[in-house]
Each structure stands twice: as structure tokens, then as C-alpha cells.
């Protein structure tokens, strides 16, 4: 089946879903997007994710000419005439087209997008046994020169770094800030368990601070599980009794090893199956 796209409220089949190639999007990867989740039909903390998107356009100077009502209308209308419930859905919004130069003030016609499609998902048997990541060497963008709690679609960055994962063999790569602290991974935040209490790096750290990472914090709070956000390095994670990684492609899936080294006794551990099973009771609650 050919999904349709929403491209400024107009509705295009997939292959004809096409913009200029003098969209600053694509020339400078100059826009914002968001990767967000429906199940059951409905988008899973839509608001949190409309938030975060006009927040990015805000950061870049890019004014997003719809509000969000209008967003969350046309989201859900484009997941209705593809007959979509349990979905993947892109929100991208370019700078728009202007001339071959860096200056934004000269695109005047920004774009937004609206992509829905089955959602693809690491095999199952990943997160029944967990999964294996290693140290990128690409360390995460320096916050002064292009933050990471804006979502942008230049994502060069985190490509970088993936890349080196799968050259190890590897669905994930953990990125190390450029004080060599741990970060987050290339489309994924990560939490470590330490004699109980639940750990993940402060947004300080230079991340981009998950919807899933808050479910998760909010579920552990529930739940009565300690937490705390503290700086980790490469070692605690070496030490660490339990790893996960958190985000809305993944939702909560299990580390057993990183750098060759296995975490914990080599599967994924109870704090994290807890927390993973209460993560899919909330997604289907709602
Ligand atoms: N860090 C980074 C760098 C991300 O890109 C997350 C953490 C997790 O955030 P959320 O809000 O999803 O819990 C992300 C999310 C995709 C895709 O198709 C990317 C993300 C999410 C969904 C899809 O590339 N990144």
C-alpha cells in the first residue's frame, strides 16, 4: 500500500510527495522534525512532541505557520486517511526554498511535512536478550555550537557515530560529550542500574532530552524505583548491574554489552523488564 503525505495540509502518494531541491531542509539541513508513535490510534504524547518541535523551530528562528491545534489535527487526519493505528509518524519542517546561500531570511515558504508509515522495530529476540553497543569515537555536538535539545535534521552527527556502531557489528553506539562523559546514543537515550537505583545523565550533558527518557523517569517514580540524574562516565557503565536505552523507535530495550564487555550477568535485568512492561502498559492505556 502507497501511504499518502501531508505536505502543508495538501495530501500527495508517497512518490509524488516531493519538495524543491532549493529547500534549505535538504541544502543546509536547516528545519526540525520529530519521531513520534501511535498506538491504537492514538499518538503517544503528541503534546510533549508538538512542544519539543515549535521549541526546536524556535531555537533555529524558524516560524512554523501552522499552530499546534492545527498540528495535532493534521497529524491525526493523515494517520486517518492511511488507516493507520499502530504507527510510526515523521514531522519535518524545512526552512523552506530560498537562494544558493546560507541566509534564511531569504526562504520565505517553509515546508511541513507529515510522514506516516509501519513502524520498523529491532527483532524481537533484541529485546528479549538486549542488545550489544559500543563507544563512538564521534563525540556528541559541543551544546555552544549546535545543541542537542534541538531536533534539527542535520543529524550528521549522530550518523557519524552510527555508523561507526554498525561497523562493529552493533544496531547502537553510545556518544561521549566532550568532557568524555556519557551522553546518549545515536537515537536513543540511556539509563544504567546501580545496587537498585535507577541513573541517566542530566540534560547538561548535552542531550536530547527524550519523551521516553520522562515516561520512564515518571514510571520509575510510580513504581518506587530510586533515581537519579548524575553525570556517568564510560566506567559506570562498565560497572553497571543493568542497561537500557530509551526512545519512542526502541521504547525500552535492554544493553547486555558494551565495548565487549558484558553488563551485569549478560541479560536484561529486572529493574529493566519492569520498567519496559510498565512502559507498554502505559502506551496501551491511553
Ligand atoms: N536522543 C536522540 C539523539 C534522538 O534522536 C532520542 C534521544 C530519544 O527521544 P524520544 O523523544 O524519541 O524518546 C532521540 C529520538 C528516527 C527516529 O527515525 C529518531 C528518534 C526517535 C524516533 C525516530 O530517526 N530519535
Do not use: W
Not at 523552506?96 to 520565505?108: A, E, K, M, Q, V
Amino acid at each position: 500500500m502507497s501511504f499518502q503525505v501531508s505536505i502543508n495540509g495538501q495530501l500527495f502518494n508517497k512518490q509524488d510527495a516531493k519538495i524543491s531541491v532549493y529547500d534549505h531542509g535538504l541544502l543546509y539541513g536547516d528545519g526540525v522534525f520529530e519521531g513520534m508513535r501511535s498506538y491504537g490510534g492514538q499518538v503517544f504524547k503528541l503534546p510533549e512532541h508538538l512542544d519539543r518541535l515549535y521549541e526546536s523551530a524556535q531555537a533555529i528562528g524558524l516560524k512554523i505557520p501552522i499552530d499546534k491545534p492545527e498540528m495535532s489535527a493534521e497529524v491525526y487526519r493523515t494517520l486517518e486517511i492511511n488507516q493507520l493505528s499502530d504507527a510510526y509518524i515523521r514531522l519535518v519542517v524545512t526552512r523552506g526554498s530560498g537562494s544558493l546561500g546560507l541566509d534564511p531570511n531569504r526562504c520565505s515558504d517553509p515546508q511541513v511535512i507529515i510522514i506516516t508509515d509501519h513502524i520498523s522495530l529491532y527483532p524481537p529476540e533484541r529485546y528479549q536478550e538486549g542488545m550489544e553497543i559500543v563507544t563512538a569515537a564521534t563525540m556528541r555536538n559541543h551544546s555552544a555550537a549546535l545543541s542537542p535539545r534541538i531536533k534539527s535534521l542535520n543529524y550528521l552527527n549522530n550518523i557519524l557515530a552510527k555508523m561507526e556502531g554498525l561497523r562493529a557489528g552493533c544496531d547502537e553506539a553510545l556518544m561521549l560529550n566532550h568532557k568524555g562523559e556519557v551522553a546518549e546514543c545515536t537515537g536513543d537515550n540511556i539509563f544504567i542500574v546501580k545496587n537498585g537505583c535507577l541513573i541517566t545523565p542530566p540534560s547538561d550533558a548535552g542531550i536530547l532530552e527524550g519523551i521516553t527518557r520522562n515516561s520512564v523517569i515518571e514510571l520509575a517514580l510510580q513504581l518506587e524505583i530510586p533515581f537519579a540524574e548524575k553525570t556517568l562516565v564510560r566506567h559506570d557503565v562498565y560497572v553497571a548491574d543493568e542497561c537500557f536505552l530509551t526512545g519512542s523507535a526502541a521504547e525500552v530495550i535492554s544493553v547486555t554489552k558494551i565495548d565487549g564487555r558484558t553488563i551485569g550477568d549478560g541479560k536484561p535485568g529486572n529493574i529493566t523488564l519492569r520498567l519496559g512492561e510498565a512502559f507498554k502498559r502505559l502506551v496501551n492505556s491511553q
